[in-house]
């Protein structure tokens, strides 16, 4: 008798322990906050701001593997959005002549700054019973730069603005489950968008059993000035938590790591060193993120 109440007890504990499957999704929003510090003084140090959301065609299973995977091996379809705000600034203060001669002849640049507010929609589409997958993205750019200089002892203010549209497309094929190989192509801007004028790009999920998972990823870039290509992997240690790392041929990595504290709550934070960012100067950063799914 004794030995059955305590056995009931401790069934019914192991029972509440095991984690619950988590309810399949079809929004998925986030937010994440990226900062920049580059080794030049001229460039200053930056600062990311990024809203996104993801509305997915039908409901997204989270049972064949890692929560942070489910949409990729669900072959979810969904259309996206990100509005991004972009900070720059200096402080870099230097003198330089305006004119040969004269008394009023010296300038002093004390400060600039550059603000970038992106607007990018998004979709994929993986046709049912096919290999094939397509996807698009158009992008808006507003920028705005700003200087402030000092000629002849008075106070100069320059302001200047542009606008600029970016698109990319995507086709692509997943022979096998976890895979997708896909090729990309469009006007990307300086890196706004899109890298290069072309990509090929290949993912890969390796499920190891016992909620392990590896997931690889790697793309070619072609007449890409600044990266020809980059590689990167995340090693899932159960369903929840996962440990990643990338590297660029121009020697740029980061070392990332996403967990997600409920079965739709995820937080995640990185660390990046990065060189010639853009046109930039080399530096590093941090970023952080969280989202939230249902």
């Not at 701001?49 to 979810?76: H, I, Q």
């Not at 700003?146 to 302001?159: A, I, L, M, T």
């Amino acid at each position: 008798m004794q030995s059955e109440i305590v056995r009931k007890p401790l069934a019914l504990l192991a029972f509440i322990s095991l984690p619950a499957a988590a309810a399949p999704y079809q929004w998925e929003v986030g937010g994440d906050y990226l900062s920049k510090d580059y080794d030049s003084v001229v460039v200053g140090d930056g600062d990311d701001y990024k809203l996104w959301g993801a509305y997915y065609l039908s409901p997204v299973t989270t049972d064949k593997g890692p929560l942070a995977e489910a949409a990729f091996l669900s072959r979810a379809s969904n259309v996206s959005i990100d509005l991004a705000n972009e900070q720059y600034s200096s402080d870099y203060y230097y003198e330089y002549r305006v004119c040969a001669s004269g008394s009023n002849c010296m300038a002093t640049q004390y400060g600039r700054s550059i603000e970038n507010n992106k607007a990018t929609l998004g979709f994929e589409y993986y046709l049912p019973d096919s290999w094939l997958y397509v996807a698009g993205s158009y992008q808006y750019l507003d920028r705005s730069y700003e200087s402030k200089r000092s000629v002849g002892g008075e106070p100069v203010f320059s302001q200047s603005s542009s606008t600029h549209e970016y698109w990319s497309a995507s086709v692509g094929v997943t022979p096998l489950e976890g895979w997708l190989l896909a090729a990309q192509f469009g006007e990307g801007g300086d890196g706004e968008l899109f890298a290069g004028e072309a990509a090929i790009s290949s993912k890969y999920l390796w499920q190891l059993g016992g909620d392990r998972a590896l997931n690889v990823e790697g793309t070619y870039f072609v007449d890409n000035g600044y990266n020809d290509w980059q590689i990167g992997a995340d090693f899932y240690l159960n369903k929840t938590l996962s440990l990643g790392a990338s590297y660029a041929d121009n020697q740029s990595s980061e070392i990332r790591l996403k967990k997600f504290v409920t079965d739709s709550i995820a937080l995640e934070a990185s660390y990046i060193e990065f060189e010639e960012d853009y046109g930039y100067q080399s530096g590093d950063g941090f970023s952080v993120g969280v989202s939230t799914r249902f």
